[in-house]
Every structure is written in C-alpha cells, then in structure tokens.
C-alpha cells in the first residue's frame, strides 16, 4: 500500500462507484478509507445493521486491487441514540451541555454510550473480519479533535474521582501532593472534588494538570475499548488511528501503544487563521518527526490535503506543485503510505467546502493530474526506503506534560510550549540536521545532541537519565523553566534549575519575566559576536563551575550570563536560560553540534529542507524547496538524482517552486551512514 | 401627512401636553406615532384596560390638526405577564433563557403570549377603530431588533419542525435534501431536528439556512396575528410597520406583504462603532432604496434621527444641517412623511440619551429650530411628488436567502454579502444613476441594467428570467460565487458558474479564498488602463465564449481573465470573478452604463448625491451634500432651483456642507423622463 | 508596629516556623498577619475546631517579639461547608452557578452562610480573645476581589427587594423614580423586580445603579457579621480590613465605618496587563491617597509587593531598589505600618508565583536584604510622622455613586471616571502639591481648592455644600457631564449644568461625543498658549456670566468656551467642557493653583515625586524617583536629609534609579506648615 484516498460511497449516489474505482485505479490508488462517519447508514435503528451498501462499495473497489481500511464511526452517534439516551450528550468546561448536530456530540467516559460501541464494534468487526478486500481498521477519528474542551460531565467527574484514587491511594496523599491546604481546599474524600468547572479566580494548578492527564487516559482507555474487540474479532486486519501532529488533548505516545502503527492527518493549509503558525515548513516537518516519533517507526498519512480546506471559510488553494510537495514532503519524515483527503468534494453537510482530489463537478482537474503524477514518480522508489528512518543523531524531548502544565502556566502571554520547541528544532532544519522528536521514556544514547527545553516538571526517572547521559559525553541542552515544579505541578523547593543544578553548574537566584521591561543577549564565545533581543524570560544566572557562551546586554542585570556551558564527566551541559532570536539560536546550535561532531546533509537556502530516510540499498535524500520560488542546491558527485533530474545543471539543482528532488546516495559511497 | 413626530405622552405629565402639541403645530407637526411601549400602562393588570391617558392625548394633539397612529404596544409585554407565564421568556442560541428587563423579552412562537396579544390587540383596536383622529396602526416595534439570535425555546423547536414538515413532506426528502448523511446525521422523525443550539463542531449548512428562514416566516406569521385583528376591527385605517433597513432577521419583502406601506427608522448616525459602515451616505442610500422595494412603492420614516443616539454610548451630535439634509435624503429615495423620533428626550430608562427634537429640558433649541425650518421649505413641494419613484434604468437584486446562506459561510472573514452590494451600488451612486433594489422575485423587464452579485444560491426561477432577461437584449451582470449552491443550500455538482455557464460563456475549474496570498486585477479593455488589488476572491476562469475586460495580476493564474463579457442573443452577461476596488468598480459600472444606455442624472463631486422622484408636474431632483466641506455642481438651463436659490451664482450651485437643494425639470423640457 | 510580613505557618512544616521567626527578628519584622484563609485547618469538619497549630504558631513568633494579627478565613469556606449546602455557591450576572476550587465561591447574602460563619468566628474570637500576642483582626480578605460580577442568586435579588423597599418605601415612589413607564417595565410588588441577569437589551440604568449600591451595601453588611461579634468578643482588640485601592465593589467610605482603621494591598506591578494603567506612579499614589481618605487617617498597607507577582501570568521582578523605593512610597502617603507579601513564597496552589521576601528554596537573596535594609533605615524615623498627615491644600472629591453610574452608562468607549480623576491628580502631583482625596460627605473648607471632576449625578446636599464652599472663597473645579442626573440616575429636566448653572455661570445647550469628529482646545488666558487635542466629550458652552480661558478650535463649535471661570461670591467656580490632554492640564492646574494660593513643595523632574507628612517635630519629605534613571533635584538650605544624606552635592540631591531621600525641615525654620 503506497497511495490511497477517504472515500465515501455513502456521500453520493450508486452509479459513480464503478467510474470511481476506474479513476482511482487510473491515478494508481491502492488503498481507500471508508465508513468512519457511517454509523446511522449501517445501522439506521438500534439492532438493524445494514453492511450492504459498503460490502458492494468495497468489492467493487477490491475487483480493481484496491484495498480498503475500516473507519469505527464512533465519532458520529446516530440521532437515535442520542434520543434514547441524553445523558451521553457532553458537558463543555462552562457547565454547557452541547447538543446534536455536529460530530463528537458524545462523552466519553459514559458507559451506556459504550455499550453502544460496544454492541457495533463487534457487530462491524465480525462482518468484516474475513473479508479479503479489508485489511485493517482505523478506530473512530481524530480524537480529541471536536471534542476539545469536553467533557466534564458527572460521569466524568466521577471517572476523575477513580483515576485520583488509583494515582494517590489516599486522599491524605492528593492533599499533600497538590498543597490544598492552601486557600483552604483541603478534601476529606475523593467525591468532594470538582471537576475544573467555573469558580472563582482559579483552580489548584495541580488539579488542573491531573486532569488534562485524566482526560488523555481517558481517550486511551476510551480507544481500549474498540481495541480490544477488534483485536480479538479481526486478529489478521492491523489497527492503527489518524493524529493530529501537535494537537494537545492525549498523550500520542500513550495512545499509539495501543496501535500496530499510527497515522497523521496533515493539512499544511488551513481555513483558520489561528492555525496559520501550524502552517509553516518547519512545524510541519516537526509535527511529521512527532508522528515518527511516537512509535519511532515509520507512519501512515492517513489525510493528506489535496485541495483548499474550508468549513464557514476557506484557505487559499494549494499552488501548483504543492499538493506533490507536501507529498514528498511527508514521505520524507517517515510516512510509508499515503491516504489523500479526500477522493472527491462532498456536495452537502459541515465539509462541503474540504476539497478532495474531485471537485463538485467530479470532473478531474488539475488536482487529479498532479496527485496522478505524483504517484507515478514516486512509487519505484517506494519500496527501497519503506520502514527507513532518518538516522538522525539529534533528538528533541517532548512532552504532553510539559505542555499541560505551561498551559495552565505559560508564565508570559506570549510564552508556547510547541513554539519554543520549534525554535529549537528549527536551529537544526535551517542545517538541514535530521532530529527525533523523542519522548520522556525513550533512550536517548543514540543521540550525539538532545535537546529538552522547558523541563519544567521534574520527574525522577528522567533527571536521572539525563544525569547518565552526560556523564557518558552526551550533549545535553536545556532552557530556562528547567526543574522548577515537581511531576504533581508544586514547586521544587530548591535554587533552580532544581535538581538539575550540579549538572548544569549554574544557580539561578532572581528571574525576570518580560512584561514591562526588555532585554537582549550577546554571544561572546569565540569569533561571530552577536546582539539580538529576546521576549520572555529571563534567567539570572551565577556560574557555579559552568562557563558562559552569551550574555545578557541591558538593565541590572547586563553581562550576566544567559547561556551557559559546564562540563560534566564524558559530556557537556548546556542551559540557555532565556528564549533566543532565529540569528542567536543558529548560532547557538551550530556550536553545539560542531562541539559534538553533527553535521547537517546539505547546504540549502533557507526553506529548501534536506530530508533523510536510510533505504535498503542507500541513503534517499529528499530536497524540498517550500518557497514560491526557484532555489538552488549543490549536489556532490555521488549523488544521483531519481526525481529532478532535469533541473540538474553541473552540480547545481535548481528547484522550481514547490519543487522536489529525490536523490539516493548509495552506500558503497563514502557517505555511508553507520548504524 | 408630510411631517411627524413619535410622541410619548405616557413619559412625561399631563402638563405638558397642551404646550408640546402647540409647539408641534408650530413647527409644522401634522402626525405623531404613539403607545408602541405602553402596554402595562393601557392594562395595568390583566383585563384591566386603561385608554383614558391616551385618549385624551389623541384629543389634544387632533384639537391642533395632529394624527396619531398607533403602536401595538406587543415588544414589550407587562412584568404581570412574564410574572405568570415566565415560559414566553425567549431563549438565545447559547441556550441561555433572557429574563425580564429590557424589551422583546418573549418567544415569538408562544401561543400563550400570542393569546394575550389577540386579546389585547382586540380590545385597542375596537376601542380606537372609530376614533376620527387616529389613522393607522404601526404594528409591534422593529421587528428583529432586540430578538437577535431568539428564540431557540422548544415551542419555537417545535414549529421549526412543522415549519420543515411543510416544506419538505417527508424526512427522507429531507435527509436527501441536506445531505444528512453525512456525519450520520440522518433524521427518521422531524422531532428528532434541533434547534441550532451548541454542539461539538458546527451545524449543518442546510440546517442552519432553514433556519434562518424559519425564524423570518415565524416574524412574518407572528406579525399576521394582529394583522388579522386590525384588518378586521380597523377597516378604515392603515397598517405599517417600522422596517430598519438591511436588518437581517427578516426577509421585509415579505414581511411588507400584509402592510399597506412600510415604514422605516432612518439613524444616519449610530452610537454604536459596529454600525459605523450603516452610515456612510451609499449605505444610507441604498437602505432607503431597499425601504422602497420591499414594496415598489413610496413609504415612511417612521424615525428619522432628530439628535444624538445613545444608551449606554451617544454617538456624536448631528452637525447643523445634518437634521435637515438627512430629511431631504430621505424624501429624495421616496419617503412620503418623515416622522422624528422622537419630540422630546426621555428623562429615564435605557434610552435616556437618545435625543429627541428637545432636549432634556425641554427648552426649544437648534435642533427644534432645523426641523421647523425644514418642514417650511420643504412641505410647499411634497405634493407634487407623492408616490413619486426614481424611474430607475439600473436594478440591484437583493436577496435574504443569499445574505443568510453567506453569513452561514462567508468563505473569506471580510465577505460582506451588503457591503459586496454596495460596492457596485456605489458604482451607480458616485455617477448619480438612480437604481433599484429589487427582490428575486420581481419583473427585470424594466431594467437596462440589473446587477445581481454573489448568487450564491441557485433558484430555478430566478436562474430562468435572468436567462430569458438577457436574451431580450438585457445586461446582466454576475459575480463569483454564482450557482455554487441549490436552493437547499448544498452544492450544486456542476462546474462553476453552475446553471449560468451558458449564459456567461465561462468555465470556473479553480478558485482562490486570498487567504494567504494576494492578487490584483488589470483593466485592459478599451482605452483607461486601471490596476487594483482585490481581497477576497478570486475565481479562476476559462473562457468558453466569452471575452475578458480585465485579467488577475500575479501568481500561477497572472493574465487568465477577472472580468469577462459574453454575448448572449440580444444581451450582454457580464461576470466578475472577484471583489473590485472602487476604481476598478467604476470603470465597470461606466462600461456597463455606457454599453447599456444608463445616464447618470449630473456630475458631481464625491459623496454630493443626485437623485431624482419624478412628481406630477416634473422630475424633481435632490442635490445632497453629505460632505463636511462646500461642493459645487453645475446646472443646466431648464432647472428650476426650489430650494436652494441663493447658492446659485451662473450655473454653478454651491452647496454649504451638509447643504441641500431641489430642483424641479418641468416636465416641458427636452429632459423630459419616459414611462 | 512598623513592619511586619504576611505569614502561613499552615503551608509548610513545622520545622521552619523557628528558624522562620528568628530570620523574620533578624529582618525587624514586628508583625504578622496569619489565618485568613485556612478555615480547613481551624475547623477540618464541622464544629471540630483545631487551633493548637496556631496557637503554636503564634507563641514561637511571639516569643522573638512579634505580635499576629488574625484574619477570619471567611473567604474560603471549606468543602464541607458547599458539600452540604450547595445553595451557598454563588451565580454570575450570566446567571451561572459558579463551583468549589477557587475562593469566595460563596455567596454573600446567604444566611446558612452567614450562620456557619457566626459560628466559625465566635468560636475563633474567643479563643483568642486573651492571647497576649494577638493584637488585631482582619475580616475576610479584600471584599469584592474574586467576586467581581457575584452574586445574583434568589438570596441576593430577594435581598435586592428589601433593600429597595427600605429605600424607596412604595413601589409606586420606585416606578417614578426609575421612570419605569419607559418600555412598559412598570412593576406593582417589589418581588417583580429582576436582578441584572441577561435580557433582551439593557437594563434600566437606575436599576443598574441601585443594584451596584445593593451590592455593596451588601458587603458592608456581610463584614458587620463579624464585626459585631469581634466587637463583643475582643474589645481589646483593633480590627481592619484590606482594601484594594480604587477596587469599585464596595463603596470603600462606607465599609471603613466599621473598622478601627483601614488597611490596603499595594502591588505596582501586576501580572495581568489590564492593570498595567493602575502601575503608574500617579495612580499609585493617588490610590493611597484614597487609602487615607476613606477615614482622613493613616493607615496599614496590608500586603506590601515583595516580589515578582503571579498566577497563571508572572510580572516583571522587581527591580533592585523597587521594594525599597514603594515602601517609603506608601509611608509617604500615610501608611505607618507596613506588611509585606509574603514571607515566603507558596509552593503550591494558584499562588505559587506570588513571591515573597524568601523565594521558593526559601535561601534568603536580595529581597530579603533590600526589605531588611528598608526596615532598618526607616525605623528609627517612623514615630515622628505616625499619624501625621500631608496637610493638603487641595482636594479632589471620589464618588463611588459617580463611578458606577459612569460604568453603566461610559457615553464615550474611552471614559473612564478614575483615569479622568487622575488626569487632574496628575496636574498637582507633578506640581508636587500634595492632593487629600475625599468622599462627597466631607468637609471641604480646609481646601484652597476643590476638584470634583465629573459630578454626573447631582446629590442636593453636595451641590449645596459646594456652593456653599465657592461663597465662602473657595476655588472649585467642576466638569464636563456635571449635573447631569439625579440621584436615582434619572436625567435632571434642566438645561445643563443643571443644579450648578448660576454657580458656574454658564449654559450648556449642547454637547458631542468626540465619536466620529475631531476637538481640540486652545487656551487663550494669559501669556503661554496652549493647544492640544481633547478626545471624549466637548460641551458646547455659552456664557452666563462666566468667562473663557480655553476655546475649542474646529468644527462648528470652534472659537466657543471650553474652560470657563465665574466668580461667585468671594469663591471662582471653574468649568471644564472636555477632557484635557496633560500639557493643558498643567496649565490649568497652575492656574487654578496660583490663583488659589496653593503651592508645590518643591520642583523635580517628570516622575520624581515629593509628598509630605507632617510629625510631630518637624514637616518630613519623601523625595522618590520612580524613574530607572538617575534624577536631581535641588534642595532649600534648612532641610535636613535623613536618608540618602550620601547623595547630596552641594544643593543638589542626585537619586538613583529608583532611588529615595527623607527630609526633615523642623517647625522652627520659614517653611512651617500651618494647621
């Protein structure tokens, strides 16, 4: 399976199914996904399930090879259920009951709405289990998505109540743990505490934190469920589920335990204007390592854009070329397969305007050729590097914690998580440096350079790992807010950086939050001096056996230092204790893997990536020009070019825009990557 | 009837009644409107009915020739009545249930409320029906105003469902028609619909359209019930109510069916920032021209702004002149009387800062004098020019499906189904050609010209007569988003311009929301070359017989056509695949007029309006000077100047800021207008 | 008492409170206040009380000498408390219910409430009632914080009914006085009336107002709970409570009734930006102005800034010599005690950023040194100015009832009542003249000059008392929207300014709202003009008598008076028709000033202000620069410097950023302050 699109033969009449699957055959689809919204079509009242209509969907898209993956559609319970039973209807965190009418109209912690997806799974799963066109299952879509801030409903709360218990055995121990003694919120029993409903002022920040852990097991334990008939009802049929790159409602890395593999939706254009920082090359190749990362295995792009995006509004159409970019471009981070979204436009309903590959005509346009082209180019070498990874010696750390708990508290109205990540990440894309995006659990000895900024909650386990990992001459780097709560949201009653104070050298006595007052560093160490200002956070440091890379420039505390290097056993500890400009994080990050020996793939113009999968038979270098215009690139003599060969010129690539180039480097050559 | 004012005599004592009617008469006062808020005090408790206060105004004000006509006072229903039927309290669509407080507190749907109307509105009518001093009735006040998003209760749920029952007959059509099926949304009951309430993502499009239009026939019926009433006990006098221009809670074509002739309350200046588009003098303008379509026919102003407005905001006071020139504005678009709101300024409640013609103290001052002399210079003419129309050569259709079904999904944040209208109506305005706004459902026949932006939805009736309005040697001009969607409010599966392809000559097989990238538009046709940014939209077009006016600037569809012109039998169907900059607009709107025969009536600088009634004896012509600064415009040798004499020096008549003149072509000359 | 610190003993462990006290002692802290919100921790369930820890607590800091003042932990009422009576939980002007988790989830009204805290607090008081080391109590914890919008339950509107019955004794008296007959709202019983929930439009705006006077009527009430009960217990025992500065819940003259004396929390540095305006040093000293104004006596500061501030947002740190710098500040206006917040800093909670003098890892830094140095130099000066006064000339007259009518009804998007009130402060705290502000009960005789901008509702006893004190030769300043309404916010049926036309000597008979047109004001008196945009209001002025300082300069109002001056009896009654931008207050101010007699203390730079505080000895000077540069100002010849001696050059005091001086100028030398 290398192509594919989302299908819904139950969006449009009968007679298109067969000139569908002649088109799609046409285009070189291999795949489709179907039914994840279909609930009321396959079972219109309670008990009358109906598979007739999708049975002949699949068989006539199976007589032209095409292969179909199974969508749970518990994202869209039938109005009859919600007739019969209300009460599955979720609270929003107003205390708003919300409606029918959309999709996720559900909670997700009711049992009665279980038992419902309890009764159609299995139903579902045993009509299909032996069928030879089905070979595996997406459960339900997008979670979290629709669902945001729900529920916290009194089933809800009361399912809170149990997961406290289980995590503090007693309620002497929540109350220690969360510091309720202050304003007098001390709990006698689990069943007195709220969910975080409106109250005045705020609430205890480790009540908050609990529960947005809460809800991600939730969403996991939610997913079990269908998991666990699946699993036993279609042992032959894999089960995986579509992400949403940095979306914040679950863990991704717990909820892909559960999956053979996982799958990302990537909508590089979107319709709303808030997501338009999710929009940019690097966050999207970032979001593509997360998926990458959350099974450090290769992934499924389950939607894949191909057309403007559009509920109320509507994006921008993709330029020529894009549509292949994006393509290429999420192949190039680790996608085996590609699922594009959708096949044709759907004529009625929320998404009318969430173009597919058809538009409402169904006359094939441009889309189709470039997707056809697409698939013709790409598939020979797909094979080669299916399962590939990037071999990437640098690695990020993040976490769904560590997000949460800067939620709650982002300390400055500007201060993001993900962002901040990014300016880091971005440090290595702009050096064409492939990195990981690792979790707190992974081992990260493979790494020459980790990056973990923000490690605001400190959990044991981790810190001890970190400590081990210098001391064995890893590179370690880690940023202002490093140790300062504990796991439960309190504060570590230390000097900061708390318990990571002897591996960084350093003690950070006062701190500055850049609310009225501005400031800037400058790098002092070595030759390329550099001045550029800063919009945070500010961390006072004294040297205590680290020595300083940068300081600050202004105010009481001008040429203190504001990055930090110490030397600790086999390896080095960096901190950077405020946040750093694109001309300072470069900097930054060029001497750090200088002083660990990574080096980047390529040289390239900024927004040209240069993207690594590690194949069977070589290296395949993927280079992406993001720009609305040309680029060049200088290839070396081994290199031999598989796609884009025509827009070599001596050594020099020259990429229209939106242009791709595929290139393998095979291992005889003296690039051979090890490992 | 030329000149009123709205009175309330219920505010103020018994005092000053005598006093108020002879300044009235003094000013040339012949109408007030009365008791549209004073329900509790025409029945202080239920059944017990008060006329005698009101009666004895009527007396004082008919014993100087003063009329009255009479409010139904149902916007505000008595504490008493909300006391024991709280159930009549509306409900928004946040689900939240409004209380007692300010007006229109009450459900529109509500049989119990509408039983205390029928018996209320019974029990004025006959006691007033016979009464040589009243004339007529206005029913309820603005209605709309005040209900905004209400109500969503479940009586009105419930009408919503036989209101659907009505239009579809059965829910599988139903289904079929809103495309149900997707997000398994399918009904197999009516009941089982909701109201547009909160849900989890947003509602479906069709849903939310019928709704829209459900919530406007439920003000039209809620309007009929006493209608009825009146018709019935009231034969002699006439029913009309106070429309707000483009207000959009009701379709007023409708709505204007059961009148004998609309009123409609005129605020050149608003005390809210919102509104402040609402009053530039093209909006203004065209709200007035709106007011006279609903009907065809010449109508009232029912308020006509008479000093600063205000609630918890004033707005700025009106500049000396400013009274005077709004007043001839709107008799110039066709109202027959102009009623002030209101004589004097309420001492307390939430309207205390909307000023009337006197001031808080009641002593007489520049805005009392303004209107006086208004009312001297202008009654001598009003007769002449009675029911007098514009004779307009140019139409503008609007439609309350199209403006309801782009609010639903705007596709670009700054689309603006009126504002879009006002850009072309100002194409008209700025070379002073009279126009008119016109329903979908209206005879074209009449117009050289007739712009119908942004036909959004497809009405096969609609679609018809502008076919056959073309081939009869009309000129049409069309816009993007024409024939996306059916009538139901999903796509039509046809590529774009949908059912208008032939008439227009053009294929649309891609489009542009500029979201994220820009584009302008080159006029290249004929001599003037223009260039101009656009912002929204930008269609991507082939042409299929038809020839290009204008091409797009940049990007991958730089010189594919903007504006293109197809010969269609007898006509011409013009059709702009963008939103046009006013240069661009102008240099359309002049070849269009040019190519039809359209003459604008007089040159004139900007914002200096010309428009025209065509009266008994000649057209009578208005010259506005909406400026802050003199304006000059020149005359020609048959105009007779009526008001405004002095500001004649040669040809030239210059007009003060704000200031006004009237002029009569008698009808004699070479000028002379047909039909 | 001079110093003291805001004290938890609750949220750490025992083992610290030793080492806590003797580090406190070692600071010269003297004071502390303790319990206010750990009512779970004296009374874990109910009638089980526990207050040994306190006791403890309370005797180890004894022991180094320093006493405990005890708040009543009224603001957090316990789980077990909500657990049992929901009904006590209060609901927002939305009509929500708002939930456990934050504090003061209660509300005020509710007796069940009041009786658990009748309870609750006998039981505390007379615990303590002996204990020699407690010297005070403060009730709850800043009335109205937290609250904000609460509380409209059945209990309060029910409430709400009394209230107005006792006020306006008949319905019919209520229905005229808020002119009811507007919109039919005409009410027959007081248990008609709603409270401000959501409603179609607004509300009445004299419903409005009564109900803001309700609401903090209310809180008034609440606190003479516990009064009442400390009163009878402790009479040995002083009792406060902490205001918020100009914090517009509660009418702050009307709560200080009640306590001994007032106590105020001072942050110039706040987390939330909407703050930021009340940051400003002249709103920081006009905010302790208020502070002493409530009872024309010194006061507490209760909670003093001791660092960085913080919920969910952090504030900027205190840069070094700020601490030092505000706490002379609050002494300069009349604190004699100050409390600072916290000792340490909280590690859990949403407090947990609210840093105190010790940090997190509670190792004492430069906060701890800056407060000890602070405490040390400031000492041995406090007794000779305890109690003592500014002396001010000039007065500016704050009304709770202005404030909340101008809330309700702004008429200008950017009026805001105290940021006007602070426009003329400013005028005088850049002169350096020291500035008493009073409440419309005072006297008013001991001023030269009288500010009472913005008089928008008239009270006939004030209007009396001031024309009274402009007969007797006082200088009053009056303002634009003077006169305007009655006391039940109806409007005055007068021509404007009403009640105060013959002091004034002017007539107002029209004005505008700066909305959509431009003003400015040129001053014309005198040598220097002036001409300078104003931006809210203008009143069209015409003299009565009075004569022009300042004439507006556009539009058609320009050349007419925008400051006028009339002399009445042996007083001047001054008129301003705008609002004024800073160059023209200046010089009105100076005008006002010199005419009045009233003088600066000294000259200095923008932002270096002088206040004075009369001891027993000698006059004392606070010179403070709030600049974070150095600044100078020159010194008189009989002055003594008691701090920063070490920065006087010759004449010539240089302060450091944020630098301070104290000046004694003893009785015997030419300055000696009269009175």
Same mark, same amino acid.
């Given at each position: 399976m290398k192509f594919g699109v989302d299908y819904y033969?139950?969006?449009?009449?009968? +007679?298109y199914w067969e000139w569908d699957a002649e088109k799609m055959q046409e285009a070189g689809i291999e795949v489709v996904r179907m039914a994840e919204f279909a609930w009321a079509k396959m079972e219109?009242?309670?008990?009358?399930?109906?598979f007739g209509w999708l049975d002949e969907a699949i068989v006539i898209l199976g007589r032209r090879g095409i292969k179909t993956v199974l969508g749970t559609p518990t994202a869209t319970p039938p109005v009859w259920i919600i007739e019969r039973n209300p009460e599955i209807l979720p609270v929003n965190l107003q205390g708003q009951r919300l409606g029918f009418?959309?999709?996720?109209?559900?909670?997700?912690?009711?049992e009665t709405y279980r038992d419902h997806i309890r009764r159609f799974v299995r139903e579902m799963a045993k009509h299909y289990n032996?069928?030879?066109h089905v070979i595996g299952w997406q459960t339900?879509?997008?979670?979290?998505n629709s669902h945001l801030? !729900?529920?916290?409903?009194d089933s809800c709360r009361s399912r809170f109540h149990q997961w406290l218990e289980r995590k503090y055995g007693t309620i002497d121990a929540l109350n220690d743990a969360w510091g309720t003694v202050f304003w007098s919120?001390?709990? +006698?029993?689990?069943?007195?505490?709220?969910?975080?409903?409106?109250?005045?002022n705020s609430h205890n920040p480790s009540l908050l934190l609990d529960w947005r852990r809460f809800c991600s097991d939730l969403i996991v334990d939610f997913q079990k469920v269908q998991i666990d008939i699946l699993r036993q009802e279609c042992p032959n049929q894999f089960i995986t589920h579509n992400f949403m790159g940095?979306?914040?409602? #679950?863990d991704y890395f717990d909820l892909a335990k559960d999956l053979d593999f996982v799958s990302h939706d990537q909508y590089?254009?979107?319709?709303?204007?808030?997501?338009?920082?999710?929009? #940019?090359p690097s966050h999207l190749s970032m979001a593509l390592d997360l998926m990458r990362g959350t099974k450090q295995q290769s992934f499924w792009i389950m939607e894949q854009l191909a057309g403007p995006t559009g509920w109320e509004l509507i994006s921008s159409t993709p330029r020529p070329g894009q549509i292949r970019m994006w393509t290429y471009h999420s192949i190039a981070h680790g996608a085996d397969t590609i699922v594009y979204f959708r096949w044709d436009t759907c004529l009625?309903?929320?998404?009318?305007?969430?173009?597919?590959? !058809?538009?409402h005509s169904r006359i094939p346009g441009r889309r189709f050729a470039e997707v056809k082209q697409t698939i013709q180019e790409l598939s020979p070498y797909m094979e080669y590097f299916r399962?590939?990874?990037?071999?990437?010696?640098a690695g990020i750390l993040f976490s769904y914690d560590q997000e949460w708990a800067l939620q709650i508290?982002?300390?400055?109205?500007? &201060?993001?998580y993900i962002e901040l990540l990014r300016s880091y990440y971005k440090g290595f894309y702009d050096a064409n440096v492939p990195v990981d995006i690792v979790?707190?659990?992974?081992?990260? +000895?493979?790494?020459k350079v980790l990056v973990a900024p923000l490690l605001f909650l400190t959990h044991p386990d981790t810190c001890q790992k970190l400590y081990e990992y210098v001391s064995a001459g890893g590179h370690l780097v880690l940023s202002m807010r #490093?140790?300062?709560?504990d796991w439960n949201n309190a504060v570590v009653?230390?000097? &900061?950086?708390?318990?990571?104070s002897d591996l960084l050298g350093i003690a950070i006595e006062d701190y500055d939050c850049l609310r009225q007052f501005g400031q800037g560093l400058k790098w002092t160490k070595g030759a390329a001096n550099i001045e550029e200002d800063v919009k945070l956070w500010s961390d006072i440091i004294t040297l205590k056996g680290a020595e300083s890379l940068a300081e600050y420039n202004r105010?009481?505390?001008?040429?203190?230092?504001?990055i930090t290097r110490n030397v600790y056993n086999k390896g080095r500890a960096y901190y950077v204790g405020s946040d750093l400009g694109p001309e300072m994080m470069a900097r930054f990050i060029g001497e750090v893997s200088t002083a660990s020996g990574v080096k980047g793939l390529m040289e390239s113009p900024e927004n040209v990536e240069v993207t690594r999968r590690c194949g069977h038979d070589g290296d395949y270098m993927f280079v992406i020009n993001h720009n609305s215009e040309d680029a060049s690139v200088k290839l070396q003599e081994a290199w031999e070019v !598989?796609?884009?060969?025509?827009?070599?010129?001596g050594s020099v690539l020259t990429l229209a825009p939106y242009g791709v180039a595929l290139i393998r480097r095979a291992y005889? +050559?003296?690039w051979k990557t090890e490992g």
């Open positions: 033969p139950e969006h449009i009449s009968r +007679s219109p009242a309670e008990g009358q399930y109906d009418g959309g999709r996720h109209h559900n909670c997700q912690s009711n032996n069928n030879p339900d879509n997008e979670f979290g801030q !729900l529920c916290a409903c919120q001390t709990y +006698s029993r689990f069943e007195q505490i709220p969910a975080p409903l409106p109250t005045p940095f979306f914040d409602k #679950t590089p254009m979107h319709f709303r204007d808030m997501r338009i920082p999710m929009t #940019t009625a309903g929320t998404e009318q305007y969430w173009h597919g590959i !058809l538009p399962g590939g990874s990037p071999k990437a010696e508290q982002p300390h400055h109205p500007g &201060l993001n979790s707190d659990k992974e081992d990260y +000895s493979r790494y #490093t140790g300062v709560k009653p230390k000097m &900061l950086p708390g318990e990571f105010d009481f505390y001008a040429n203190t230092p504001g !598989l796609v884009g060969k025509e827009f070599v010129h005889e +050559s003296e």
